[in-house]
T-cell receptor, first 113, second 114 residues
């Protein structure tokens, strides 16, 4: 019974490149949430998605960031034209939408050089 | 503005020395308060959810309590394997409080020495 799977675990990008982070929710979960953890900062909510729908993107930066959760396949967090300030750990969580417990993945550590 | 403050930032204990971690919150309305444990290089691991003042939950050496303004995570006779960062988060009701929006504190880093 695999948990929330995120890949890659580590990602290095040069400034101006694109970063794609993937998240496969737990089996049976159809709700996906993305959070960002900056050094010395707490986890910050970015976006909440269900299959083919963005439910709440109030935490997403207005430019360069986008997220999707297609009918088939993992959820993708996409960062275009990365800058040094995008360096952080990005965590995905999933739930079945019935209660309030979320299961987190191990995260993707993005380093922009 | 909804916010969560955890204290202390770091806590060092000897094995067997019981203590408590604090989580103070300010929200327009509380839907739920969550405690997570996070080990270095890993994602948060769910511990407890509390919904109303007076509620308590226990798991092994951990006990979480909730009042209208704060939550405590009590650690009884801790062991070295309890060393981790403990995160508190709240989910608010009202405008903008969607199901997914957890507001996290910065965490308390706990070290338990043998």
């Amino acid at each position: 019974n695999a948990g929330v799977m995120q890949n890659p675990r580590h990602l290095v990008r040069r400034r101006g490149q694109e970063a794609r982070l993937r998240c496969s929710p737990m089996k049976g979960h159809s709700h996906v949430y993305w959070y960002r953890q900056l050094p010395e900062e707490g986890l910050k909510f970015m976006v909440y998605l269900q299959k083919e729908n963005i439910i709440d993107e109030s935490g997403m930066p207005k430019e360069r960031f986008s997220a999707e959760f297609p009918k088939e396949g993992p959820s993708i967090l996409r960062i275009q034209q990365v800058v040094r300030g995008d360096s952080a750990a990005y965590f995905c969580a999933s739930s079945d939408g019935q209660g309030y417990g979320y299961t987190f993945g191990s995260g993707t550590r993005l380093t922009v050089v | 503005e909804d916010q969560v403050t955890q204290s202390p930032e770091a806590l060092r204990l000897q094995e067997g020395e019981s203590s408590s971690l604090n989580c103070s919150y300010t929200v327009s309305g509380l839907r739920g308060l969550f405690w997570y444990r996070q080990d270095p290089g890993k994602g948060p691991e769910f511990l407890f959810t509390l919904y109303s003042a007076g509620e308590e939950k226990e798991k092994e050496r951990l006990k979480a309590t909730l009042t209208k303004k704060e939550s405590f995570l009590h650690i009884t006779a801790p062991k070295p394997e309890d060393s981790a960062t403990y995160l508190c988060a709240v989910q608010a009701t009202g405008w903008g409080g969607s199901q997914g929006n957890l507001i996290f504190g910065k965490g308390t880093k706990l070290s338990v020495k043998p």
